[in-house]
């Protein structure tokens, strides 16, 4: 059983950033693809962002597409979420997730991931 580990998120003013990370705990990444979910307080839990490991490609949900980025360290064996501009919008709990995704649909689909982080609260204060 793999237990991905996130670490990075906290309290930030808006227009503020933060570095989310996400590694697995003793064992490399499932699958193909390493996502970024988000859940806020009576809401359901949104994809954020995705990076496929063949290629690096990269998929970013059009709401933080300008401020969020995904990138992978392969030495560290980490997926970061690097979070600029944030807005109180942003506010919730971040997943990560690892999975095998057979389409760009899929990436973007919580059902896609097999192993899930414990999530990490961002709060952006206004």
């Known amino acids: 059983q793999i237990q991905l580990v996130e670490s990075g998120g906290g309290l930030v003013q808006a227009g503020g950033s933060l570095r989310l990370s996400c590694a697995p705990s003793?064992?490399?990444?499932?699958?193909?693809?390493v996502g970024w979910f988000r859940q806020a307080p009576g809401k359901e839990r949104e994809f954020v962002a995705a990076?496929?490991?063949?290629?690096?490609?990269?998929y970013t949900t059009d709401s933080v597409k300008s401020r969020f980025t995904i990138s992978r360290d392969n030495a560290k064996n980490t997926v970061y979420l690097q979070m600029n501009s944030l807005k109180p919008e942003d506010t919730a709990v971040y997943y990560c997730?690892?999975?095998?995704?057979?389409?760009?649909?899929?990436?973007?689909?919580?059902?896609?991931?097999?192993?899930w982080g414990q999530g990490t609260q961002v709060t952006v204060s206004s």
């Open positions: 997730a690892a999975g095998y995704a057979a389409t760009t649909t899929h990436t973007m689909d919580v059902r896609t991931y097999d192993f």
């Open positions: 003793g064992r490399t990444f499932s699958g193909n693809a």
């Open positions: 990076i496929i490991w063949i290629g690096s490609t990269t």
